[in-house]
């Protein structure tokens, strides 16, 4: 089956690549390294058929070796982050044979790359074929960036260029000087060029189609650019198959699988039965327009589910076959959930929610002595903090001088801190006298509140609610990203109102919000009590006391 795919990338030492290492790799070599000091050995790679240098005429012999080339390209390079080569992936067609497939791949090279004053590293691979699956035949072209020129010498990458504006006059910066930018001596790193690239390839193969009377052809434009209704898998990478080997999955493999089901599936439709496909497709119109707004909301969801997916992509490379069989487990219980609920519009959703959250409101009162299991462990907690720092405070009381005690009390800075808070804490609800006392039946009243609160919490059922409050939350939050129509107030459902109306409207609103802030400063007032205020007082003037 003829297949199209032409790549390029580019070989940079931030990406943490090596001209060394890629040359070795793509001609299954052995280069020493004179850069790192290492040796990038392949030798022991399987599928490697053929490899050669293809340079202009100008080009010295010493060149021409693979070890002396990649070195060189190396050294040239000063910088950490130095962009080294280009590396270009091109599919072969398995309706050619080897030496097809090699002479045609050596003429686009000559003709297209060479031509331009390329230095071209071209290697074949032909990967043993798994069972079951078509052969991969496949050439790697390796080109240095930086161009080799007829002086016979490295020549610069880019030059320097002032910036001008529309009079022709230089540019300057904030501080006055004259702006300056950079500009590629080739266009081999243009977009442009990557195009005509792979249209070149493409009308070649298709010539070589045609040639050997062969009605596949290849096309270098993408299905939507071409008008087909089919959906692009995505490319894979090398390390897809020693991880399928390992038992390991990833999101672009599961993608693929369900791409090449589908395609499948739409390529099988025979054409005798169009017209129930037609029939099939009106059903299912009206279908639609009957469900409009559920098919938005699914869509939603699909989105930021895909959304999540690439994001789980981005952060986790490899090993990330649960985390999105997550996410997708979730979005199928979240539609489950919607159709068993029978939530098909926004309205429904909301409502639900709304009711959710009001069981969920109802069913804390059940639970409401969490409140006080809360407030009795704080207590505990001051209860231990006051009798671990009580000597600490009542050796501070007995020392009668100014100056030691001042010293005392800053190297025990934090033992004291700790021990006002909590003697200032149990002093809210307790006398002091008591304090040691209580301490034994707070400890009662926890054991019997977390053993009630443990079995109130397991039979009311408030877990499966609060579930369905976060799948909910999470629908509607999808949906306002991905579908802001539906969440957004239309304005044909506002009812229009005159100007007098507006006026008075607007001052009712303003009488209720001036009505509504004095109401509130009045019961914040009525709230302050004053014997709070002394009774607080009272007990910081007794700490000061005691300290002095």
């Known amino acids: 089956m003829s297949c199209f795919h032409v790549h390029v990338k580019v070989v940079s030492r931030s990406a943490g690549s090596t001209a060394c290492g890629a040359a070795a790799y793509i001609a299954g070599a052995e280069i020493f390294d004179q850069y790192y000091g290492i040796v990038e050995d392949f030798t ?8 050669k240098i293809l340079a202009p005429e100008y080009v010295p012999e010493r060149l021409r070796d693979r070890t002396v080339l990649w070195n060189e390209v190396e050294t040239n390079e000063r910088r950490r982050d130095a962009q080294l080569a280009y590396s270009m992936d091109i599919a072969l067609q398995n ?34 074929a798994e069972k079951g699956k078509p052969a991969n035949p496949h050439a790697h072209i390796l080109a240095p960036i930086r161009p080799y020129l007829p002086e016979g010498r490295w020549g ?27 500009v590629p001596n080739t266009d081999w790193g243009k977009s442009e060029t990557l195009r005509y690239w792979r249209e070149e390839w493409a009308n070649m193969v298709n010539k070589k189609f045609e040639e050997k009377g062969l009605s596949d052809r290849i096309d270098h434009r993408s299905y939507k650019a071409q008008g087909i209704e089919k959906i692009p898998q995505v490319h894979e990478g090398v390390s897809a198959g020693p991880m399928a080997k390992k038992g390991e999955t990833t999101g672009k493999k599961l993608w693929n699988e369900w791409v090449r089901e589908t395609n499948a599936a739409l390529l099988a439709i025979p054409s005798v039965i169009s017209d129930l496909i037609h029939q099939v497709f009106d059903e299912w119109k009206k279908e639609k327009e009957k469900n409009a707004e559920r098919g938005v909301i699914y869509s939603a969801l699909f989105e930021q589910s895909i959304k999540e997916m690439e994001e789980i992509e981005r ?39 709304a009711h959710a959250e009001k069981v969920e409101k109802d069913l804390a009162v059940v639970i409401a002595p969490y409140e006080e299991l809360k407030i009795l462990k704080d207590k505990e907690e001051a209860l231990v903090k006051y009798q671990k720092f009580l000597p600490v405070f009542q050796e501070l009381c007995s020392i009668k001088f ?38 034994k039946e707070v400890k009662e009243r926890i054991e019997v509140l977390s053993e009630y609160l443990e079995e109130e919490y397991r039979n009311c059922g408030i877990r499966s609610v609060r579930e369905e409050i976060v799948a909910l939350r999470h629908i509607k939050t999808a949906v306002e990203e991905f579908a802001p129509g539906l969440t957004a107030k239309k304005k044909d459902d506002v009812p229009e109102l005159s100007q007098p109306e507006r006026v008075s409207f607007r001052a009712k609103l303003t009488e209720k919000k001036q009505e509504a802030a004095r109401r509130h400063q009045t019961e914040s007032q009525r709230n302050r009590s004053t014997e709070e205020q002394q009774r607080m007082t009272a007990v910081r003037k007794r700490n000061k006391d005691e300290i002095s």
């Open 44 to 51: 022991e790679k399987e599928g490697v058929v053929f490899s």
């Open 95 to 128: 309706e050619f044979t080897p030496e097809e497939n090699k002479q045609l791949l050596l003429d686009f090279v000559k003709e297209n790359m060479v031509a331009r004053g390329m230095i071209c590293d071209v290697a074949i691979h032909i990967p043993k």
């Open 156 to 182: 610069a990458k880019q030059r320097q260029e002032y910036v001008l504006d529309a009079n022709g006059q230089h540019k300057k910066n904030v501080k006055g000087r004259d702006m300056i930018r950079s």
């Open 315 to 353: 952060k986790h490379p490899y090993r990330n076959g649960k985390k999105i069989l997550d996410v997708y487990e979730r979005m199928m219980d979240e539609r489950r959930r919607m159709e068993q609920k029978q939530l098909y519009t926004m309205e429904d959703i909301t409502s639900q929610l």
């Open 402 to 439: 100014t100056k030691p005690k001042e010293a005392f009390k800053e190297e025990h800075r934090k033992e004291l801190r700790q021990f006002y808070w909590a003697k200032g804490r149990l002093e809210k609800d307790l006398p002091i006298s008591s304090f040691e006392a209580a301490g």
